[in-house]
Protein backbone atom coordinates (compact mmCIF):
# COMPACT_ATOMS: atom_id res chain seq x y z
CA UNK A 1 0.00 0.00 0.00
CA UNK A 2 2.78 2.02 0.78
CA UNK A 3 4.07 2.24 -2.80
CA UNK A 4 0.95 3.69 -4.69
CA UNK A 5 0.90 6.06 -1.86
CA UNK A 6 4.75 6.99 -2.18
CA UNK A 7 3.86 7.34 -6.40
CA UNK A 8 1.07 9.38 -5.75
CA UNK A 9 2.53 12.07 -3.58
CA UNK A 10 5.38 11.99 -5.78
CA UNK A 11 3.04 12.69 -9.11
CA UNK A 12 1.00 15.88 -7.02
CA UNK A 13 4.91 17.04 -5.56
CA UNK A 14 6.05 17.26 -9.69
CA UNK A 15 2.58 19.19 -10.77
CA UNK A 16 2.80 21.47 -7.95
CA UNK A 17 6.38 22.14 -9.15
CA UNK A 18 5.06 22.54 -13.12
CA UNK A 19 2.57 24.90 -11.78
CA UNK A 20 4.75 27.17 -9.54
CA UNK A 21 7.38 27.24 -12.47
CA UNK A 22 4.57 27.98 -14.90
CA UNK A 23 3.12 31.22 -12.68
CA UNK A 24 6.73 32.37 -12.04
CA UNK A 25 7.71 32.37 -16.07
CA UNK A 26 4.24 34.49 -16.07
CA UNK A 27 4.87 37.03 -13.84
CA UNK A 28 8.44 37.35 -15.58
CA UNK A 29 7.26 37.89 -18.88
CA UNK A 30 4.89 40.52 -17.06
CA UNK A 31 7.61 42.39 -15.47
CA UNK A 32 9.49 42.42 -19.01
CA UNK A 33 6.48 43.95 -20.56
CA UNK A 34 7.53 47.42 -21.69
CA UNK A 35 4.97 50.35 -19.68
CA UNK A 36 2.81 51.62 -22.51
CA UNK A 37 4.05 55.44 -22.45
CA UNK A 38 2.16 57.83 -21.75
CA UNK A 39 -0.82 60.25 -23.26
CA UNK A 40 0.72 63.27 -24.62
CA UNK A 41 -2.06 64.91 -26.76
CA UNK A 42 -5.18 64.43 -28.78
CA UNK A 43 -4.78 64.51 -32.75
CA UNK A 44 -7.80 66.50 -33.92
CA UNK A 45 -10.27 65.26 -36.53
CA UNK A 46 -8.77 65.65 -40.04
CA UNK A 47 -10.35 65.24 -44.05
CA UNK A 48 -7.04 64.35 -46.57
CA UNK A 49 -6.68 62.46 -49.47
CA UNK A 50 -4.70 59.49 -49.81
CA UNK A 51 -2.07 58.75 -52.64
CA UNK A 52 -4.76 56.34 -53.88
CA UNK A 53 -7.89 58.63 -54.15
CA UNK A 54 -9.33 57.78 -51.09
CA UNK A 55 -10.84 60.16 -48.49
CA UNK A 56 -9.07 59.69 -44.88
CA UNK A 57 -10.38 60.94 -41.70
CA UNK A 58 -9.11 60.17 -38.20
CA UNK A 59 -11.95 57.88 -37.81
CA UNK A 60 -10.43 55.39 -40.48
CA UNK A 61 -7.45 55.21 -38.63
CA UNK A 62 -9.03 54.25 -35.35
CA UNK A 63 -8.88 51.38 -33.46
CA UNK A 64 -5.12 50.49 -33.84
CA UNK A 65 -1.62 52.40 -33.84
CA UNK A 66 -0.30 54.79 -36.40
CA UNK A 67 3.31 56.16 -36.83
CA UNK A 68 3.48 59.48 -38.79
CA UNK A 69 5.38 62.14 -40.23
CA UNK A 70 5.70 64.62 -42.30
CA UNK A 71 7.61 64.99 -45.81
CA UNK A 72 7.54 66.16 -49.17
CA UNK A 73 8.55 64.80 -52.12
CA UNK A 74 10.77 67.78 -53.40
CA UNK A 75 12.77 67.37 -50.21
CA UNK A 76 16.26 66.70 -51.00
CA UNK A 77 18.10 66.34 -47.19
CA UNK A 78 15.80 65.56 -44.64
CA UNK A 79 12.68 63.68 -46.39
CA UNK A 80 14.60 60.47 -48.12
CA UNK A 81 16.21 59.81 -45.02
CA UNK A 82 12.91 59.78 -43.04
CA UNK A 83 10.92 57.61 -45.62
CA UNK A 84 13.74 54.98 -45.93
CA UNK A 85 13.69 55.14 -41.57
CA UNK A 86 9.63 54.79 -42.43
CA UNK A 87 10.16 51.83 -45.26
CA UNK A 88 12.30 50.20 -42.64
CA UNK A 89 9.65 50.66 -39.94
CA UNK A 90 7.49 48.98 -42.35
CA UNK A 91 9.65 46.12 -43.11
CA UNK A 92 10.03 45.29 -39.52
CA UNK A 93 7.05 45.45 -38.48
CA UNK A 94 4.23 42.29 -38.77
CA UNK A 95 1.51 42.83 -40.69
CA UNK A 96 -0.94 41.06 -38.12
CA UNK A 97 -0.23 43.91 -35.58
CA UNK A 98 -2.47 46.25 -37.71
CA UNK A 99 -0.33 48.91 -37.42
CA UNK A 100 -0.20 51.44 -40.39
CA UNK A 101 2.02 54.00 -41.06
CA UNK A 102 1.22 57.79 -42.31
CA UNK A 103 3.40 60.31 -43.81
CA UNK A 104 1.45 63.88 -44.43
CA UNK A 105 2.86 66.01 -47.23
CA UNK A 106 3.52 69.97 -46.11
CA UNK A 107 3.75 70.51 -49.67
CA UNK A 108 0.82 70.07 -51.24
CA UNK A 109 0.77 72.11 -54.38
CA UNK A 110 3.04 69.68 -55.78
CA UNK A 111 2.34 66.66 -53.86
CA UNK A 112 -0.90 65.80 -55.58
CA UNK A 113 -2.05 62.05 -55.39
CA UNK A 114 -0.42 60.86 -58.26
CA UNK A 115 2.95 62.19 -57.26
CA UNK A 116 2.53 60.96 -54.00
CA UNK A 117 1.85 57.47 -55.53
CA UNK A 118 4.71 57.48 -57.18
CA UNK A 119 6.87 58.61 -54.72
CA UNK A 120 5.40 55.44 -52.53
CA UNK A 121 6.22 53.15 -55.04
CA UNK A 122 9.92 54.14 -55.65
CA UNK A 123 9.79 53.00 -51.80
CA UNK A 124 7.82 49.91 -52.10
CA UNK A 125 5.58 51.22 -49.92
CA UNK A 126 2.37 48.87 -49.12
CA UNK A 127 -1.02 49.65 -48.70
CA UNK A 128 -0.99 49.95 -44.95
CA UNK A 129 1.28 53.11 -45.74
CA UNK A 130 -0.73 56.10 -46.08
CA UNK A 131 0.81 58.96 -48.06
CA UNK A 132 -1.44 61.67 -47.69
CA UNK A 133 -2.13 65.28 -49.20
CA UNK A 134 -4.70 68.10 -48.99
CA UNK A 135 -5.28 71.84 -48.66
CA UNK A 136 -1.78 73.63 -47.39
CA UNK A 137 -3.30 75.58 -44.78
CA UNK A 138 -5.28 72.40 -43.03
CA UNK A 139 -1.98 70.36 -43.54
CA UNK A 140 0.29 73.36 -42.00
CA UNK A 141 -2.43 73.76 -39.24
CA UNK A 142 -2.58 70.08 -38.42
CA UNK A 143 1.52 69.84 -37.98
CA UNK A 144 1.17 72.56 -35.67
CA UNK A 145 -1.43 72.09 -33.89
CA UNK A 146 -2.53 68.91 -34.22
CA UNK A 147 1.08 67.06 -33.88
CA UNK A 148 2.91 70.18 -32.22
CA UNK A 149 5.53 70.03 -35.01
CA UNK A 150 6.80 73.09 -36.29
CA UNK A 151 6.70 73.90 -40.48
CA UNK A 152 7.28 76.90 -42.47
CA UNK A 153 8.11 78.10 -45.77
CA UNK A 154 12.01 78.76 -45.52
CA UNK A 155 12.32 82.32 -46.68
CA UNK A 156 15.87 81.57 -47.35
CA UNK A 157 16.49 81.50 -51.21
CA UNK A 158 19.55 80.15 -50.84
CA UNK A 159 18.64 77.11 -48.56
CA UNK A 160 18.55 73.49 -49.86
CA UNK A 161 15.23 72.65 -48.50
CA UNK A 162 12.41 75.17 -49.81
CA UNK A 163 10.07 73.87 -46.78
CA UNK A 164 11.27 73.41 -43.10
CA UNK A 165 9.57 70.85 -41.11
CA UNK A 166 10.13 68.26 -37.72
CA UNK A 167 12.19 65.26 -38.55
CA UNK A 168 10.52 63.47 -35.56
CA UNK A 169 8.13 60.63 -36.04
CA UNK A 170 4.60 60.47 -33.78
CA UNK A 171 3.16 57.32 -31.95
CA UNK A 172 -0.46 57.74 -32.56
CA UNK A 173 -2.76 55.23 -30.70
CA UNK A 174 -6.13 53.46 -31.71
CA UNK A 175 -7.70 56.15 -29.68
CA UNK A 176 -6.24 58.83 -32.11
CA UNK A 177 -3.92 59.92 -28.72
CA UNK A 178 -0.24 60.94 -29.02
CA UNK A 179 1.90 58.62 -27.42
CA UNK A 180 5.17 59.47 -28.22
CA UNK A 181 7.86 61.73 -29.98
CA UNK A 182 10.84 60.34 -31.98
CA UNK A 183 14.12 61.20 -33.61
CA UNK A 184 14.19 60.16 -37.16
CA UNK A 185 17.75 60.67 -37.26
CA UNK A 186 18.84 58.82 -34.23
CA UNK A 187 19.10 54.79 -34.12
CA UNK A 188 18.08 54.51 -30.49
CA UNK A 189 15.42 56.84 -30.45
CA UNK A 190 13.41 55.07 -33.63
CA UNK A 191 14.31 51.59 -31.12
CA UNK A 192 12.22 53.65 -28.49
CA UNK A 193 9.70 54.18 -31.05
CA UNK A 194 9.46 50.32 -31.80
CA UNK A 195 9.37 49.35 -28.43
CA UNK A 196 6.84 52.00 -27.59
CA UNK A 197 4.65 51.07 -30.94
CA UNK A 198 4.77 47.16 -29.45
CA UNK A 199 3.82 47.88 -25.94
CA UNK A 200 0.53 49.80 -27.32
CA UNK A 201 -0.86 47.48 -29.90
CA UNK A 202 -3.65 45.39 -28.18
CA UNK A 203 -3.90 48.17 -25.26
CA UNK A 204 -5.89 51.51 -27.12
CA UNK A 205 -7.89 52.28 -23.89
CA UNK A 206 -4.87 51.75 -21.53
Not at 21 to 36: D, G, I, L
Not at 74 to 96: F, G, Q
Not at 113 to 122: C, D, G, H, I, Q
Not at 130 to 144: D, I, M, P, V, Y
Request: charged share 25%.
Amino acid sequence: MAGPAWRRGLLWGLLVVVLLAVAAATAVQRWRRPEPPPVLGQVPAFSLTNRDGRAVGLADLAGAPWVADFIFTRCPASCPVMTARMAKLNRELPEDLGVRMVSLTVDPDHDTPEVLRKYAASFQAPDRWLFLTGNKEALFRLSKEGFKLGVEVNTQTDSIEPILHSTRFVLVDGLGRIRGYYDGFDEESMAKLKQDLLAITGQITG
